[in-house]
């Protein structure tokens, strides 16, 4: 049977771990440690190779959720996460100084996933930092000549990551029917 | 600078590029100890010009042209004697720019005692635990064709479904409660300031500076009065008047504010009952400037779809809805609460019309997605 899956990336604290907890049929396999370099400054403990979960489908299918880890020294395992992967989620956290350039980060890491597949962009945190706007976002984006869907998102909520998931399945075919 | 000020002025820089920008912010932070700090337009106390930049003279125009409160910096290498406008020589030295900001906090404080309107106004920059506003961060309700019928109304004697009836379909904004609204919005954005809703009806506030609403009433008192034609005589009782006085009201109910884009799609989506509005032509292509931010507004029928569908390329309205197999009602209701939020135009040019972009091939993994969004609906498959 063949094997989907869907990748969660973006910086450390994004959310991605809690986000895959929220939609996954399983307990997710956590691979945290205790956070040791700059990182310690934003949680206690960070993914350090990647968070898996299982979402499963009628007929015994099952889409594989995996989640990058936040840490740029990490980047090496990108490439083989995403292969065969339906899409990306892309996760920013509104409370960091520069959310603009993590996106362009990400993104440009990305981009040759992201030209044969699409991406979704959630952004967490915003109830503590209002700015940017969502619409901020989409001027950046704008100017990367990108217009994916980019949602408030509370990564610990199952309908803000589902409709994430969602928009990125409808933006690779408009026409699935609900 | 006053010691007796406990924030710092807040600044926003005009004219200056990416380079000078981030310089400027830094130099305020250190070698001026955090005088003031740089913010967004929107936010600002003081305007601050680069007056040596390419369109300076346009800038300092429109700034005076304004009329705000707020006290302007302009920075150049010439001497400026500009009335009502602070000059700092470059290169520019540290005193001088402390100099200038002492100058400025001390017009806005004069200048505000002046006008009682905006004197209110800046005590209601409230600063209000951004987490108590539950309406505000609340997920979407994620509404399916059974029960958004009764969720949005309909329109007696008109059936929006049938082809034929379209070009009675349509509905203006103006004639709601949603098009004073609107205006409404547009005018405290424009003052930048904190404004009271009259409307015989409930109290409503709007603040331009958090992009927020905050209204005494619920959904269904909403809905009942959004489907409510206003009649000219009705509406020359509306006004608008600083909102001082119901500040109150709104710091002690934190849980009455709505994000202002979400308040106004669900009062679109009330006004519409399932029409479209009337500055559209249904026949001619429309575009989605970008996807609506839907974990915060209510999922109206095939929304994701239809958006996806809009971004791929401009489409008419009958035509989204034959391509996506679904009523004409779903298609007008999203089209005219992302109208409201100004995300819809109408494409202007001709090979919109002549070129439409192709419907997109079958997806060999069209089923397992579908099953994908099942799951995530919690529909049992």
Redesign the interface.
């Known amino acids: 049977m063949s094997q989907y899956k869907i990748i969660f990336t973006g910086p450390v604290g994004a959310g991605k771990t809690t986000a895959i907890e929220s939609i996954s049929d399983v307990p997710p396999v956590k691979t945290d440690a205790a956070a040791s370099d700059m990182t310690k400054n934003r949680k206690s403990s960070t993914t350090v190779a990647m968070d898996y979960g299982i979402m499963n489908l009628a007929g015994g299918e099952k889409i594989h959720l995996y989640g990058t880890p936040g840490q740029e020294r990490f980047d090496f395992m990108w490439d083989i996460l995403t292969t065969g992967g339906i899409g990306l989620i892309l996760l920013l956290d509104n409370t960091r100084t520069d959310p603009f350039q993590d996106m362009k980060f990400f993104l440009d890491s990305f981009q040759e996933f992201i030209k044969k597949t699409n991406v979704a962009i959630g952004v967490t945190q915003m109830d503590l930092s209002a700015k940017p706007a969502i619409n901020d976002y989409h001027i950046q984006l704008q100017g990367m000549g990108l217009k994916p869907p980019v949602f408030s998102v509370d990564a610990r909520v199952k309908n803000d990551v589902s409709l994430l998931v969602q928009s990125l399945l409808y933006s690779l075919d408009p026409e699935l029917e609900e | 600078m006053n010691d007796k000020r406990k924030s710092p002025l807040k600044v926003v820089l005009h004219g200056m590029d990416g380079r000078t920008y981030k310089t400027m912010v830094m130099y305020l932070q250190g070698p001026c100890k955090g005088a003031a700090i740089v913010v ?1 337009d929107i936010d600002a106390e003081v305007d601050m010009i680069d007056a040596d930049s390419v369109n300076a003279k346009t800038l300092l125009e429109q700034k005076q042209a304004e009329n705000s409160v707020r006290p302007i910096i302009v920075l150049s290498l010439k001497e400026q004697k500009l009335e009502n406008v602070l000059y700092v020589k470059k290169p520019v030295r540290t005193a001088e720019m402390l100099d200038a900001l002492a100058k400025a906090e001390a017009m806005l404080t004069a200048r505000q005692k002046s006008s009682g309107n905006v004197r209110a106004d800046r005590k209601l920059f409230i600063n209000t635990d ?2 108590k ?1 539950t309406s505000k ?1 609340q ?2 309700m ?1 509404l ?1 064709e059974g029960n958004f019928n009764a969720f949005m109304g309909s329109i007696p004697g008109l059936d929006v479904n049938d082809p034929k009836q379209f070009p009675n379909a349509f509905y203006n904004p103006k004639e709601y409660f949603q098009g004073y609204f609107q205006s409404a919005c547009l005018i405290a954005q424009t003052k930048k300031q904190v404004l009271h809703l009259n409307s015989g009806w409930k109290l409503l506030i709007i603040f331009p500076h ?2 927020e609403v905050w209204l005494d009433a619920d959904d269904k008192q909403l809905r009942s009065f959004a489907g409510l034609p206003i009649n000219n005589l009705s509406g020359e009782g509306m006004s608008l008047t600083p909102a001082s006085a119901h500040v109150l009201s709104a710091e002690n109910a934190p849980e009455k504010f709505h994000n202002l884009d979400a308040f106004l799609w669900k009062l679109a989506v009330w006004t519409s009952r399932g029409r479209y509005p009337v500055a559209l032509d249904i026949h001619k292509p429309v575009f989605l ?3 609506p ?4 507004l209510i ?1 109206t ?2 929304a ?2 239809i ?3 809009l ?2 390329g401009p489409r008419t309205l009958p035509d989204i809805a034959e ?3 679904i009523k004409p009602q779903y298609v007008f209701a999203f089209i005219s609460a992302a109208y409201a939020l100004g995300l819809i135009k109408q494409a202007k040019r001709q090979a919109d019309e002549i070129i439409q972009p192709p ?2 091939k079958n ?1 060999e ?2 089923g ?10 919690g529909h049992k ?1």
């Not at chain 2, 931010?293 to 915060?296: D, V």
């Open positions: 967004e951004e987490r506003k961060h997920t979407a994620h399916d958090n992009h400037k970008h996807w931010n839907f974990t915060r999922v029928p095939h994701l779809r958006s996806a569908l971004i791929a391509i996506l197999k419907v997109s997806n993994r069209q397992l997605f579908t099953r994908i969004i099942s799951k995530l609906r498959t």
